[in-house]
């Protein structure tokens, strides 16, 4: 019985191995130094494929929402998933973390990558929490409750103040969106004035913090240009503001934003 299924292979074989004996011979009549130089040239090219892939593999892809409790954080994170506010409704002191697809990116064709989003009670004993996430964040989504912002304006500013002067968010320039939220409500207030009213008292938490002692705040990073009033124009990360509402899904503002900074 013969197999001439194997005679194919057996010319790539041969003219394997003649190419090989070409290579060789070819090899052999080049100077010592450029056989060095293209060795280099293969080795730094391997290296540079292999660090930019690393990179790629590595870049953050987690967004972190934040701010105090009843802002309604957890609503905005089952809008972002399944496109309903549904099991959000309630004050929540457990964390939400999952990684999915956009809800409003389902139903889009060719690549889209999915986003690790982590929800942060806001409850003053699970701020620990916080501080763990922030250093793998791509980015910091700040929930503001646009219709309760008065009562609640000192304690907002606070928690936003902790965030931008932590020193892993500004080291890595870690961006921040402050989300006015309900502002479907007729009594919430506009974003421009919620905007201001952080600023004034950011720029008062600053004045005061900056007298104490540098030991005591060595994780902290100094806000704004001295001897200037504060305004988030002058943070070394980029802060932004916008408004919507998560109860109703207008959470456009928010999506776009997790697209800026987990790119597919």
């Known amino acids: 019985m013969s197999y001439t299924g194997s005679a194919p292979v057996d010319e790539w074989i041969r003219q394997a191995e003649l190419w ?74 457990e964390e939400n973390n999952d990684t999915f697809v956009l809800h409003s990116e389902q139903e889009r ?35 503001v409750d646009a219709q309760d912002f008065l009562s609640s304006m000192q304690a907002a500013a606070e928690y936003l103040y902790d965030i931008l002067t932590k020193a892993t968010v500004v080291k890595k320039r870690v961006p921040v969106l402050i989300f006015c939220n309900k502002t479907d409500k007729v009594t919430a207030h506009s974003k421009e004035f919620i905007k201001k009213q952080l600023e004034k008292e950011i720029n008062k938490l600053r004045e005061s913090r900056n007298a104490i002692s540098s030991a005591d705040i060595s994780d902290e990073v100094q806000l704004g240009v001295p001897g ?20 109703t899904g207008n959470v456009s503002a928010v999506e776009q934003f997790i697209r800026d900074y987990v790119k597919a």
């Open 20 to 93: 090989g004996h070409q290579a060789e011979a070819w090899i052999r009549q080049q100077p010592p130094e450029q056989i060095y130089i293209a060795a280099a040239v293969v080795a730094l090219t391997i290296l540079v494929l292999v660090a930019a892939s690393c990179l790629k593999s590595s870049k953050p892809n987690t967004i972190v929402l934040s701010g105090l409790s009843g802002c309604g954080k957890t609503t905005l994170f089952y809008q972002l998933r399944d496109g309903s506010s549904h099991q959000g409704t309630v004050t929540s002191m």
């Open 109 to 143: 064709k060719g690549k889209v990558k999915p986003v690790h989003i982590i929800d942060v009670p806001g409850h003053a004993r699970l701020k620990p929490k916080l501080d763990e996430v922030l250093p793998k964040a791509a980015g910091v989504v700040f929930v």
């Open 228 to 247: 200037e009033a504060f305004n988030f124009s002058q943070c070394q990360n980029k802060v932004t503001v916008a408004e919507g509402a998560g109860s």
